[in-house]
């Protein structure tokens, strides 16, 4: 049963070659996902119809231990099996699952997502740790957030270990990557989408304030916060009240945080 | 002007051998606290009276570069300088900083915390991830719980990962690792403290049960969820609610939105 596997012995195979940056990348010239792992194969397949999988890549190790995996693969997906060692150089981890696959994402558009009602949206700006953007992925798909953007000169929410640390997320929201600030708050001043920013020293704390509606949460990093040109687009910085002698939340927990209040102030119905 | 360092050249020096042991496991024999780089020690420093910094190692190179941080050692500690190429060998971090500190923490009793008024403790069961611990500690200090307990079976709190992901709160916070689930659930119904597990299953959501008083939350794996003979100790079993299509929420990031619920219902009134 399942595809025919092209067996691929050369490092300078075509097919190899493009693996080979798409895996460091996280993106492959086209704009198609590429990640490594079982699950990561197994999380582009349940998605459904949101999320093709183009091209998948096997070690030959692999490909006798996930079988029945790959026999899930559509018809007009592509398989192609390469010897362990040649796997193991192109992987991006230490210890490679010997499974890597590219997979074409949905095109979302930022402007219909933005105008859809009671939307929320987070604006990540400026965070450096790939860990941290998706467990802002993950939270955000899971509190009922309409999409992630990320701004010019934060962290690419693509890049593998972002992919990895929001497990199977990045199928389902809609994610904007490297944007201009100026192009996104004029957007969201057109649609009139609220922006919120996410201040440590602000003194209004977030349950105090009405956050139903269209709104946009800005999140900055843990230690510098939220850089002025950014803030200062803001309609109301808030914050999450914390213990005085401690130390700021993780940058993730915050972002988690706020949209666990938006959530609770619209009472858990999510958007489907 | 500052301590006197002692210059060390052989690895088998005695106080090089206890640093190279309880940088590994992240506690000295006397479970005195053990951590590296710049920024643990000045954590210890800054949290005064809480801990004492009994030894300090540093390389030859951070001798030099952080001596504004050296000079503030208390006179009852030790300090050692040893070649760059001895630190690196010992290190427990692929890019060491050259600073290493073992620090006496306050000895905290679990009876006299969990017995204090409005008490919050957070009992992980069964979490592997030291950095998803480390998170749970931060966010723990942050909003106001009481003690961390991590039972056995739970990655030890002290590990030097779960030490660096937790940012000083580990000089803050009664941490306590490795009891006995027994001994801790006894105490907490001779306490009358309620046991509040966390549940994705759950039909009751977090909000909707006043979670004032004296509490004892749950936090198990986020896949696993915690083991049946753990949550047949509480007296409920509470989710968050999330979008029905998503996956769960990291079991960090699950922890600190009990402990942001929690707070919120205080009105942030935190114990100091």
């Given at each position: 049963m399942g595809l025919k596997v092209r067996e691929v012995t050369s490092a300078t195979n075509s097919l190899v070659k493009v693996f080979r940056r798409a895996l460091a990348e996280g993106l492959t010239r086209d704009g198609w996902l590429c990640g490594e792992g079982p699950y990561f194969l197994e999380e582009a397949l349940k998605s459904g119809s949101r999320a093709t999988v183009r091209s998948v890549l096997v070690s030959a190790e692999a490909a006798e231990k996930h079988r029945p995996l790959l026999d899930r693969?559509?018809?007009?997906s592509e398989l192609a099996q390469i010897p362990d060692r040649l796997f193991h150089q192109i992987a991006g981890t230490r210890t490679p699952q010997g499974v890597a696959a590219i997979v074409e994402m949905p095109a979302f558009d930022l402007k219909t997502v933005a105008a859809s009602r009671n939307a929320i949206l987070v604006i990540a700006c400026g965070l450096q740790d790939p860990g941290n953007m998706g467990t802002i992925i993950r939270s955000a798909d899971a509190l009922g957030a309409s999409a992630v953007i990320a701004l010019a000169g934060t962290v690419n929410p693509f890049n593998p270990k972002a992919v990895r640390s929001c497990v199977g997320s990045i199928f389902r929201m809609p994610v904007f990557a490297g944007l201009k600030p100026e192009t996104v708050f004029k957007l969201l001043r057109d649609l009139r989408v609220r922006i919120l920013g996410t201040d440590p020293h602000s003194a209004v704390a977030l349950s105090t304030v009405d956050l139903r509606g269209s709104i946009a949460l800005l999140v900055g990093q843990e230690a510098a916060g939220l850089p002025a040109e950014i803030s200062r687009e803001a309609d109301k910085l808030l914050s999450i009240p914390i213990r005085a002698q401690a130390d700021s939340l993780n940058a993730a927990m915050a972002a988690g945080i706020f949209l666990y209040e938006v959530a609770r102030q619209r009472k858990f119905q999510f958007q489907p």
């Open positions: 693969l559509p018809a007009e």
